[in-house]
């Protein structure tokens, strides 16, 4: 365990990697943008310029989106590694967002009108990850063993997609087009519009984290020791559940399923700052989450010109690797 002051040091050090992470990301696109039409285009706005179309328009959305789907899904999976006591948890492994993505496979491939809004698609994502947040807390009652949970999360995750191949297959092309762009994901489906009703949810999902340490930190050390500690079990699990849900379904409604962040960046915190306590660990994974998913994003915009790929298949090259790692660490 470091101490607190190398802690806080740490901590500084991340709180500064993201604006650094904003000026690689802001200067990798293939448009190159002066800094003086950044300025302008948020305090001279002139919707004739190109330049500042293309700053408020693609640039900042993009960048908002990568800091806070960074930030949601690694708070997300912090939590539920907590709420599960297992490293290898996650809202992607424990298929909380295979809910998601059935819900909205539902609301895009189908004739119901009312969820193609925006705000059907919101909703239909964060009742599909509640749903399914609720089936795996119900099976954690039952199921003991953490290997045997995962395994359930992961067949109800190919359950799922078995449901979205069969919407898919009785789907018409122009909706099944609509939603394959869609579940590779990516950063650049929001509008400058809408970056505030998510922000909205956003604070929402990551101040309940944040009132949720005390509880987080008493579970680190078992359920029945929590509940000695006064600690009410059921109601902190569901609390758990709900902010994970509207954190996972909000990001996945916006931006699709992005793999690998919820599970990739809380290990590595941990690993890092070799601690069990989350007002350490929820801060770092935010910003980390934050900085990581940004670098990720400037990967894709670097090779967008020559070899076009989605947010989720850089995250996955990455991530997959680091989590082999922690599991070849946990063997050794």
């Known amino acids: 365990m470091i101490s607190k002051k190398n802690s806080i040091l740490l901590l500084l050090l991340l709180f500064v990697l993201l604006p650094i992470a904003f000026m690689l990301h ?196 078992g359920e029945t020791e929590a509940d000695q500690l006064g600690i009410p079990i059921r109601r902190v699990r569901l609390l758990i559940i709900i902010c994970t849900a509207l954190l996972t379904g909000l990001i996945t409604a916006y931006c699709g399923p992005i793999a690998f962040i919820g599970l990739a960046v809380p290990n590595l915190v941990k690993i890092i700052f070799k601690t069990q306590d989350h007002r350490i660990l929820l801060p770092a994974s935010i910003l980390l989450g934050s900085s990581f998913l940004v670098l990720c994003d400037i990967i894709v915009q670097s090779f967008a010109s020559q070899i076009p790929m989605p947010i989720n298949a850089v995250t996955s090259l990455i991530g997959a690797p680091m989590v082999i790692y922690f599991i070849l660490k946990r063997l050794a």
């Not at 939590?79 to 819900?103: E, W």
């Not at 089936?135 to 997609?161: A, T, Y």
């Not at 984290?209 to 579970?219: E, P, Y």
Request: aromatic share 14%; hydrophobic share 55%; charged share 10%.
């Open 26 to 221: 802001f200067a990798t696109g293939e448009i190159p943008i002066s800094w003086s039409s950044f300025h302008d285009a948020w305090f001279s706005f002139d919707s004739t310029n190109t330049e500042h179309l293309i700053v408020r328009e693609f640039r900042t959305p993009r960048f908002v989106m990568a800091c806070l789907a960074g930030a949601a899904l690694s708070a997300s999976g912090l939590m539920m590694q907590t709420l599960f006591n297992n490293p290898l948890a996650g809202p992607y492994v424990l298929g909380i967002n295979s809910g998601s993505s059935l819900f909205v496979a539902i609301s895009l491939m189908t004739g119901f009108t009312f969820f193609k809004s925006d705000f059907g698609i919101v909703s239909s994502a964060l009742i599909g990850a509640f749903i399914f947040g609720l089936i795996i807390l119900g099976l954690s009652f039952r199921i003991k063993n953490s290997v045997s949970l995962l395994l359930v999360g992961l067949m109800l995750g190919s359950f799922s997609g078995a449901l979205v191949s069969v919407i898919q297959f009785l789907s018409e092309a122009n909706s099944l087009k609509i939603f394959t762009m869609w579940a590779m994901g990516s950063l650049q489906t929001v509008h400058t519009d809408q970056l505030g009703f998510i922000f909205i949810l956003f604070l929402l999902g990551i101040v309940g984290s944040f009132l949720l340490v005390k509880s987080l930190n008493s579970l680190v050390l």
